[in-house]
T-cell receptor, first 118, second 113 residues
Framework: GAGVSQSPSNKVTEKGKDVELRCDPI?????LYWYRQRLGQGLEFLIY????????KSGLPSDRFSAERTGESVSTLTIQRTQQEDSAVYLC????????????????FGPGTRLTVT | AQSVTQPDIHITVSEGASLELRCNYS??????LFWYVQSPGQGLQLLLK??????LVQGIKGFEAEFKRSQSSFNLRKPSVHWSDAAEYFC???????????FGGGTRVLVKP
């Protein structure tokens, strides 16, 4: 079946411009996550959506970052007024709800969007 | 607060040799633990996970991991590495109330011929 998809795969933008990154989760997955991975570093949690609950935005690094998700489908991560330090790979993942399906819980990751801010 | 530590940033191993990657966690409750692998240019793939029961868990690609509560560790092992095992490996712990994974910093494995 189809996995998590992300678009675009690569994005080069000028400093100060806004960018939108898209994530299509696996159908039926109620949870969706965004992570940032800077070059040579680990995964940094950004935001998490679970069903119709309020998203957990605790990882967003600044108010220039925002994300939306419509129901249990597509999500977009928006970065306004991009800065060079925003350059990274942005990873999206989706999963079932752990509380409902603990034994089957696993986060499935997309291939990522490589963002370069020049 | 929970955290995950992978003490080794880089490990170089000869093809055919054994591999062990260390992971230590700090978490008050029963941990749910994961190992993911990220091959060059690829997304993250789950190798194995531990929720409860047998403390030695088997995963894909010939990997296994052992949960040791007394040492707060969940080390990943492979008896004989292949060149295709060159990748970055991430240990993670689940914060069940909220479905959030906390990742370690990763260990990059290089495989020598």
């Amino acid at each position: 079946g189809a996995g998590v998809s992300q678009s675009p795969s690569n994005k080069v933008t000028e400093k100060g411009k806004d960018v939108e990154l898209r994530c299509d989760p696996i159908s039926g997955h109620t949870a969706l996550y965004w992570y940032r991975q800077r070059l040579g570093q680990g995964l940094e949690f950004l935001i998490y959506f679970q069903g119709n609950s309020a998203p957990d935005k605790s990882g967003l690094p600044s108010d220039r970052f925002s994300a939306e998700r419509t129901g249990e489908s597509v999500s977009t991560l928006t970065i306004q007024r991009t800065q060079q330090e925003d350059s990274a790979v942005y990873l999206c993942a989706s999963s079932l709800d752990f509380s409902r399906e603990p034994l089957h819980y696993e986060q499935y990751f997309g291939p990522g969007t490589r963002l370069t801010v020049t | 607060a929970q955290s995950v530590t992978q003490p080794d940033i880089h490990i170089t191993v000869s093809e055919g040799a054994s591999l062990e990657l260390r992971c230590n966690y700090s978490y008050g409750a029963t941990p749910y633990l994961f190992w993911y692998v990220q091959s060059p240019g690829q997304g993250l793939q789950l190798l194995l996970k531990y929720f409860s029961g047998d403390t030695l868990v088997q995963g894909i690609k010939g990997f296994e991991a052992e949960f040791k509560r007394s040492q707060s560790s969940f080390n990943l092992r492979k008896p004989s590495v292949h060149w295709s095992d060159a990748a970055e490996y991430f240990c993670a712990v689940l914060k069940a109330a909220g479905n959030k994974l906390t990742f370690g910093g990763g260990t990059r494995v290089l495989v020598k011929p």
